[in-house]
Antibody
């Protein structure tokens, strides 16, 4: 059974760095063909893909946020960490992590419950 | 701006069939995945690949693709299908991911 859970601060101030942790179980991020991604959703708005890390440590980032994002994994802890620098109120959103695995479309087949991050002074 | 375009809202009468579409150049090369999201909940994968349903997804959900358009069809829509639906696929480079803007489905 695959599960994922996001954790991190619920409130950050503008210009601060956000660090979110995705703790998962039921799979290993050292298994070939597996990835973990981050997706966010501002209140009342659409989903936005942010980043994904593969089993082989290959990393992909949204072009519009690439300069602010870093994704890393700790295979021994079954965790993936996303950092986002220079937070702004427009970054207020629910942040989801999700499992992805090789298939014809690399779908995000398991999702965490999400964590709401508010950016405000 | 999203590279995948969806109609913002669609409605369907209870028990009828509805098609939700997603357009984008990358769909000529890559399959779309479709997600259902109800208020306050995480998205749920309903269709991926050519036309695959994860375990537990009713067979009234199906997917198809033609040219630059992917479609999610719900045959015999139920009240519980009322939700937001998002498509997702690779971008044109094939290296990154993108989501559509979402379609709000109302079951009348």
């Amino acid at each position: 059974q695959i599960t994922l859970k996001e954790s991190g601060p619920t409130l950050v101030k503008p210009t601060q760095t956000l660090t979110l942790t995705c703790t998962f179980s039921g799979f290993s991020l050292s298994t070939r063909g597996v990835g973990v991604g981050w997706i966010r959703q501002p209140p009342g708005k659409a989903l936005e893909w942010l980043a994904l890390i593969y089993w082989d440590d290959d990393k992909r980032y949204s072009p519009s946020l690439k300069s602010r994002l870093t994704i890393t994994k700790d295979t021994s802890k079954n965790q993936v960490v996303l950092t986002m620098t220079n937070m702004d109120p427009v970054d207020t959103a629910t942040y989801f992590c999700a499992h992805s695995a090789y298939s014809s479309s690399w779908p995000f087949d398991y999702w965490g419950q999400g964590t709401l991050v508010t950016v405000s002074s | 701006s999203s590279e995948l375009t969806q109609d913002p809202a669609v409605s369907v009468a209870l028990g009828q069939t509805v098609r939700i579409t997603c357009q984008g150049d990358s769909l000529r090369s890559y399959y779309a995945s479709w997600y259902q999201q109800k208020p306050g909940q995480a998205p749920v994968l309903v269709i991926y690949g050519k036309n695959n349903r994860p375990s537990g997804i009713p067979d009234r959900f199906s997917g198809s693709s033609s040219g630059n358009t992917a479609s999610l069809t719900i045959t015999g829509a139920q009240a519980e299908d009322e939700a937001d639906y998002y498509c997702n696929s690779r971008d044109s480079s094939g290296n990154l991911w993108v989501f559509g803007g979402g379609t709000e489905l109302t079951v009348l």
